[in-house]
């Protein structure tokens, strides 16, 4: 990836509204050894790369987890509505499902395909544990992607599509701790 791409993609993670305080810096440098996707691809995954940030009675990860060419971003596959059906169903995160659920929202993919200046986006995981809640319970989670188009203007469909594919769970369990799935609405009674 060139000095370029890597550029308008950090100046689109400094844009987004809930990264303001992540190390830009690092998330440059991962961008700078990143393998962009080969000819046919749509997509490359990322080496791990987790910047933590702590906040009083909760922290966050982020990590920056796919590469994307806007030129490939085409419409759904009907085939891929039904793993994607599965996995909501388990609350499972998946940062390759989520990057073929971009090809079932138009409001998102097309601006990406047709009037994205930039070749590459990226696809992050952004990861809330709310440890101090209302209830006392333990551990609330919250597992948000952080979708970066350079250049695209449409924040408001970005953040719904990232809302849209939010995870939320809880720790259950006093000897053996699982995270089970939630509710948006029963997360935000919790924290």
């Given at each position: 990836m060139?000095?370029?791409?890597i ?29 962009l996707?080969s ?29 994307m ?7 759904p596959n009907?085939?891929f ?16 499902a989520l990057?073929?659920?971009l ?14 200046q ?21 551990l ?7 979708l ?7 924040w ?9 594919n939010t ?7 006093a000897?053996f ?15």
């Amino acid at each position: 990836m060139n000095t370029q791409e890597i550029s308008a993609l950090i100046d689109g993670l400094r844009a987004h509204p809930l990264l303001g305080r992540f190390n830009f810096e690092k998330l440059a440098d991962v961008l700078a050894t990143v393998q962009l996707p080969s000819q046919g691809r749509l997509f490359n995954a990322i080496s791990p790369n987790e910047q933590t940030l702590e906040e009083q009675d909760r922290y966050h990860t982020f990590s920056l987890r796919r590469v994307m060419d806007n030129g490939k971003m085409r419409g759904p596959n009907p085939m891929f509505i039904l793993f994607m059906d599965f996995l909501n169903f388990f609350s499972a995160y998946s940062s390759t499902a989520l990057v073929r659920s971009l090809q079932e929202s138009p409001d998102v993919i097309d601006p990406m395909h047709s009037r994205c200046q930039e070749p590459f986006s990226v696809l992050g995981k952004l990861k809330t544990f709310d440890y101090k809640n209302r209830e006392d319970e333990g551990l609330y989670i919250a597992t948000r992607p952080i979708l970066i188009v350079p250049g695209f203007v449409g924040w408001n469909q970005i953040l719904r599509w990232e809302e849209r594919n939010t995870r939320y769970s809880k720790e259950k369990g006093a000897f053996f701790r699982r995270q089970v799935g939630i509710s948006k609405a029963e997360y935000d009674l919790a924290v």
